[in-house]
């Protein structure tokens, strides 16, 4: 059985604004998407991260109305590369990841240079990227625990079978 996928729909308030329609870029963190029960219209979520890759069982209950659907979660084999790359590094971590990694080299440059060497240059980028590593760690144990999820629920089998992806 096939459920309903959740209605997805993006809330924009700059957007149509035309004066401000040319910020409405810069203002991604007051853009949402929200995600409704198809059954009776019930908001269950709202993203600040769009396209935002979630892990997990798809089937939800519906707090509302009770009737199961498809809330667009999905365990670890069953999503595609580009996805597992947008789950370990969504949009936010990459604009932080790239802000550090200039933080390290500016550090480098201004650094004397008879201080920088291969070792000192690797260790300061690593310091400098260490909260990216430390998001990267808390993600694998997700994905971990998805995997384990996904082989030991008898109820995605039907799911796995069409999964082309290794487990
Ligand atoms: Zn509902």
Known sequence: ??????????????????????????????????????????VFRRDFWPHDVRLG??????????????????EWPELRIAQRLRFFLPPGVQATGGALLFCAIFTLFIAPGDVVDLLAGTVVVLIFLSPILVWCLARLLWVLRSKNRFKNDPFSMQRKMGTHGTI
């Not at 069982?57 to 999905?74: E, L």
Request: hydrophobic content about 35%; some cysteine; proline content about 10%.
């Open 1 to 42: 059985m096939t459920l309903p996928p959740a209605i997805r729909e993006d809330q924009d308030p700059f957007a149509t604004v035309g004066l401000f329609g040319g910020l409405a870029h810069f203002l991604i963190f007051l853009r949402w998407t929200s995600y409704a029960c198809p059954h009776c219209q019930g």
């Open 57 to 74: 069982n798809p089937t939800r209950i519906c707090r509302k109305c009770g009737i199961p659907f498809d809330d667009g979660s999905r």
